[in-house]
């Protein structure tokens, strides 16, 4: 769909909502105003007019009830408030007064939002920038960057499918050139291309740029920096080199791959099975929850790692003791290693039993449970971004990142057989990663089916099968 398109489909989608009346599309410049007078004072109006009418109300039921006086005191200050209310309306109406409010312009054309003199390109922006604030009867979306904080649409609270639609439309418009352009002034290989593009749904979801190793151009360099340190910092917890190192090398090693044969092991036994299993995880959890560890949570600990590892419960269950003693050396075995992760989700995950028992009901599905060891792709994607944002904020040269992308991307194009197939194994290894999926699978999918589609993509610009041998100087 081409922009001009793309623009008619965000203005149909705000039709007959709230958000109509403050929003002006036009369609010859690619321009999207957002009157910032009927965007203030939508609830303004209804709240102080509402009010107006509720005192007049009870006014007219005092004075019917026979107490003249005590109406008095209602139905005066209630026609004042209606009065100003209408007041204010028709000089929004039929004077400039509306002009006293300056109006927000999306110039899709010129690529930037415009508030008087504030000038955002729209490289600078990211989906964490577009905020819903929600109240009792509206939900408001908001443009939250630095340079600017700023009311774009306003909805009724009834109206939250048409408010999703309108953002992701929204999104997609300001997008739409920047993440997948091909190529420009980025300057990579052929080779260089493919390493990227392997890693591109993870950098396409998060707004980066699939183009390019580094940062965006221009303007989009800072806010490329900015983003790439709040993400390896949260969630990733590198907060320096040595960490994003150790993340990495987890990725790469072991990953969430590990969880998921493991899940699949428990998802292929006896129902009796799954099922004992489930009620211990959820007791285990409950107890941590309520931070009641005392002798007989150890217990219920050991007999969980005990049922969870099965006919190898035994030598996994008498290393319980020596790891929540966090005894040196308890962690070196391999068994040691693997059981110190799950004990590491179980207490700082809240959400980690529930999403397990997601992937335990997900992998009941015989076609999933087979494909369980294919979801290399999942944590390989990951790390390659990580290394990306590694060099964006100047922790790693670029021929170090090169180095140490080109094995991956190698390992990867040997255990899939196209941008599809491995685009399938990385959706499916989300789904089981998120336990259930949640609203953001859906976003990976959209992202999914653009990388396959949009003829930018690298995807389409550079063959699956091409040969990964080094071809930068």
Known sequence: MGEAGRLEALERAVEGTLAEASLQFDGDEAVLRVEGSLAVTTAWFLGV???????????????????????????????????????????????????????????????????????????????????WKNGRFFRRLYVRHPALRKQLAGFFGSEERQAAEFQRRLWELIRAPGALAPGGGSGLTPVQRWIIAAGAPYGAVNGFRVDRLGTGPGGAAAADRRAAHELLQRPWGAYDLEQLLGAVNWLVQDGHRADFTQDARLAARSPAAQE?????????????????????????????????????????ARLVPSLLR??????????????????????????????????????????????????????YGRALMLYRWGHMVGWLTEEYCWERMLPLAIDIQRRYTSWQDMATCYLQGRLLWSGGGGKAQAEYERLIEELATDPRSPWNLVPWDLDLTRDWP
């Not at 002798?295 to 790692?305: A, C, G, W």
């Open 276 to 316: 004992e299993y489930g009620t211990l995880l959820r007791e285990v959890d409950g107890l941590i929850a309520r931070d009641r560890l005392e002798p007989p949570f150890v217990e219920r600990l050991i007999e969980l790692v005990r049922v969870r590892y099965g006919d190898e419960g035994g030598s996994y």
């Open 326 to 379: 966090d005894e040196p050396g308890a962690d070196a075995s391999e068994e040691g290693a693997e059981l110190a992760q799950f004990l590491h989700q179980l207490f700082n995950d809240r959400n980690h039993a529930a999403e397990e028992l997601h992937r335990l009901k997900a992998l009941t599905d015989p076609t999933l449970r087979a494909n369980v060891g294919r979801f290399l792709i999942w944590d």
């Open 49 to 131: 007019g509402g009010g107006g009418v509720a005192l007049l109300l009870a006014g007219a039921l005092l004075s019917l009830t026979g107490l003249p006086d005590e109406a008095r005191w209602a139905l005066a200050p209630g026609a004042v408030l209606v009065t100003l209310v209408c007041a204010f309306v028709l000089l929004l109406r039929f004077t400039p007064i509306a002009g006293l409010w300056s109006d927000l312009e999306l110039r899709f054309a010129e690529r930037q939002m415009v508030h008087r003199r504030t000038r955002i390109p729209f490289g600078e922006l990211r989906p964490e920038h577009l905020v």
